[in-house]
């Protein structure tokens, strides 16, 4: 079963980095979108930021500038380079993966990772 794992989320004050991790584990085939989601307390899950096995990116308008998204070797790895961190950053962190086994396309998620930015 195709699991996503990630890792990084914790503590940091305003102002502060952090770097988060996601990787695909029994994956049957390379995902052809890898993503970056965020849900805060009492809101919806937003888009934080993808990136394509083709290298195309897209970033919500809240982290341009401050965060970077990254697939090396547009493999089943993704990270996000979190920096100038504020508090509205504040969320749970979800990894996403768009797996195409043709004709099928399946979505996994995985389980998030906390990211709390004090003030």
């Known amino acids: 079963q195709v699991q996503l794992e990630e890792s990084g989320g914790g503590v940091v004050q305003a102002g502060g980095s952090l770097t988060l991790s996601c990787v695909i584990f029994?994956?049957?085939?390379?995902?052809?979108?890898l993503g970056w989601y965020r849900q805060a307390p009492g809101k919806e899950r937003e888009l934080v930021a993808t990136?394509?096995?083709?290298?195309?990116?897209n970033y919500a308008d809240s982290v341009k500038g401050r965060f970077t998204i990254s697939r090396p070797n547009a493999k089943n790895t993704v990270y996000l380079q979190m920096n100038s961190l504020k508090p509205d950053d504040t969320a749970v962190y979800y990894c996403?993966?768009?797996?195409?086994?043709?004709?099928?396309?399946?979505?996994?998620w995985g389980q998030g990772t906390q990211v709390t930015v004090s003030s």
């Open positions: 996403k993966a768009h797996i195409h086994l043709v004709p099928t396309a399946y979505v996994y």
């Open positions: 029994r994956s049957f085939g390379t995902a052809s979108s």
């Open positions: 990136v394509t096995d083709g290298g195309s990116i």
